[in-house]
């Protein structure tokens, strides 16, 4: 059964159960008060029989004229010989109970054959010598409660046929939005996951449900595309992965072939080989880690080996690993550091691989000759700030939060892909941000770009204890 027919038909019960509780009331009320009426007013014309018949005059129906609903006044003996009886045609129909005489003074309804509900009231009272029996007739008290009855059953009924349709429109108008959002909800376990449901006013709670659902929707929407973006992007990646790790073996097979195949190779020729094999080498050893490095941080499985750290030597000995480098590529370095350096907490090895990638990119990305790179580093306020500047290439302002995703380079990576797979910054900022850093980059198009990095300094406590 449908939420809709359920709430109407419990409505509906609901206000049929009022609506019967107000009319069983009012009938109850109403019958209680007429049945005193029908005994005060037998009651009254009793004394007014035994009242007359006190002061000696004989009763008439004049005697009764205040009463519009007289019916049979008998006058008794005290052996209970009818002396007196007056009374209307319908005097006939009032069957007396046997025992009225034994029970004077107690006034009690009285039924007549062939029509339901009490008829008449009658009551036996004792008089000067005898007794004085009264009826009155109820027959208007209870065609009013027939048809109170009947008028209550009717206009319930039209009330409550009224309230169920109300209730059904209502019903049908509130949950419109419901059926809605079943619908929408089939679209999108069809696949479609564009689909939303329609606005509703924003106050109603199907408005806010709405609300809730179109935003949990679009969410959805967003990380769907964002995985797609993802796989994409390691579908392209895994292309050029293979790519990179096809090239530096073609060449160290090749290599090693000639350098196997002519065993007597002059030793200049030989150096030459061997020096590109090893370069091949580190190239794919390179490639193969990042990946590894990639794998390991994504899953939540990379150690960390926290120390207190001299950023200074970091950075020296991230200048000497790439020193070679620079010279092959005409860069200069220069590295600016400060005499008292705070202290930081961090895992060192981490922060040279940031430093490699850093430098390394700004000797890739220098694209003039001379180039030049400086490293620097300075407090500022609670954290440590290291920068690596280049006079390079530079980075767009669209590109530069873009280089920070994984396997991303800058600018149109179809016509001029840079070497390297793009993982570098996204590495970096995973390890800076795992000691509650920051990395970033500002740069103009063909003037260089400034890389940025924060770490918390420690002090105190702190460094006491994680020395
Ligand atoms: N100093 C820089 N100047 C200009 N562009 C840069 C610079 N550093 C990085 N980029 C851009 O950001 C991209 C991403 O750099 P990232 O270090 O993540 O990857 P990569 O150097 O291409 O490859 P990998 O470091 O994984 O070998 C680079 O490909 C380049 O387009
Ligand atoms: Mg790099």
Same mark, same amino acid.
């Given at each position: 059964m449908s939420i809709r027919l359920k709430v109407t038909l419990a409505t509906v019960a609901i206000a049929a159960l009022a609506v019967g509780a107000v009319d069983v009331t009012t009938f109850i009320l109403l019958?209680?008060?007429?049945?005193?009426?029908?005994?005060?007013?037998?009651?009254? @014309?009793?004394h007014t029989a035994v009242e007359t018949l006190g002061s000696g005059h004989r009763l008439t129906l004049e005697t009764f004229a205040s009463s519009d609903r007289l019916v049979l006044v008998e006058v008794l003996s005290p052996k209970g010989k009818v002396l007196q009886r007056l009374g209307t045609s319908e005097a006939g129909k009032v069957l007396l109970?046997?025992?009225?005489?034994?029970?004077?003074?107690?006034?009690?309804?009285?039924?007549?054959?062939?029509?339901?509900?009490?008829?008449?009231?009658?009551?036996?009272?004792?008089?000067?010598?005898?007794?004085?029996?009264?009826?009155?007739?109820?027959?208007?008290?209870?065609?009013?409660?027939?048809?109170?009855?009947?008028?209550?059953?009717?206009?319930?009924?039209?009330?409550?046929?009224?309230?169920?349709?109300?209730?059904?429109?209502?019903l049908t108008r509130s949950l419109r939005p419901l059926r809605q959002i079943a619908t929408t909800a089939d679209a999108i376990a069809a696949g479609d996951l564009s689909a939303r449901v329609a606005p509703a006013p924003r106050r109603s709670e199907i408005g806010r449900v709405e609300t809730a659902l179109n935003r949990m929707l679009a969410e959805n929407e967003a990380a769907f595309a964002?995985?797609?973006?993802?796989?994409?992007?390691?579908?392209?990646?895994?292309?050029?992965?293979?790519?990179?790790?096809?090239?530096?073996?073609?060449?160290?097979?090749?290599?090693?072939?000639?350098?196997?195949?002519?065993?007597?190779?002059?030793?200049?020729?030989?150096?030459?080989?061997?020096?590109?094999?090893?370069?091949?080498?580190?190239?794919?050893?390179?490639?193969?880690n990042q990946v590894l490095d990639?794998?390991?941080?994504?899953?939540?499985?990379?150690?960390?080996?926290?120390? @207190?750290?001299?950023?200074?030597?970091?950075?020296?000995d991230s200048a000497t690993a790439v020193s070679q480098l620079f010279k092959e590529r005409n860069v200069k370095l220069t590295v600016e550091v400060p005499q008292n350096v705070p202290a930081i907490v961090a895992d060192r090895d981490r922060l040279v691989q940031v430093m490699l990638n850093l430098l390394s990119n700004a000797a890739k990305f220098c694209g003039r000759t001379p180039g030049a790179v400086t490293v620097s580093l300075a407090p500022q306020g609670e954290f440590?700030?290291?920068?690596?500047?280049?006079?390079?290439?530079?980075?767009?302002?669209?590109?530069?939060?873009?280089?920070?995703?994984?396997?991303?380079?800058a600018g149109d990576t179809l016509t001029g892909k840079p070497q390297g797979s793009g993982l570098g910054l996204y590495?970096?900022?995973?390890?800076?941000?795992?000691?509650?850093?920051?990395?970033?980059?500002?740069?103009?198009?063909?003037?260089?770009a400034c890389f940025s990095f924060t770490l918390p300094i420690v002090r105190g406590p702190a460094l006491v204890k994680a020395a």
């Open positions: 019958s209680d008060y007429f049945d005193r009426r029908a005994a005060a007013s037998v009651r009254q @014309v009793a109970p046997s025992d009225l005489l034994s029970h004077p003074g107690r006034a009690r309804s009285i039924e007549v054959p062939g029509s339901r509900g009490p008829a008449f009231e009658v009551i036996a009272v004792p008089a000067k010598s005898g007794s004085v029996i009264a009826a009155v007739s109820v027959k208007n008290e209870v065609s009013t409660l027939a048809h109170l009855f009947r008028l209550n059953f009717t206009v319930g009924g039209v009330v409550l046929g009224l309230l169920a349709i109300v209730a059904l429109v209502v964002q995985r797609d973006a993802t796989e994409e992007r390691l579908r392209q990646f895994l292309a050029d992965a293979s790519h990179e790790l096809r090239t530096p073996l073609t060449s160290i097979r090749a290599f090693s072939e000639i350098l196997g195949d002519n065993p007597r190779l002059d030793e200049g020729e030989r150096a030459k080989f061997l020096g590109i094999i090893v370069k091949e080498s580190e190239r794919l050893t390179r490639l193969i990639l794998a390991k941080i994504e899953s939540g499985a990379a150690e960390w080996h926290s120390s @207190v750290i001299d950023m200074r030597e970091v950075l020296e440590l700030r290291v920068q690596v500047t280049d006079n390079g290439i530079g980075i767009s302002a669209a590109d530069q939060e873009v280089i920070f995703e994984k396997f991303r380079q590495i970096s900022r995973r390890i800076i941000e795992h000691f509650s850093g920051r990395i970033w980059v500002t740069s103009r198009p063909r003037e260089g």
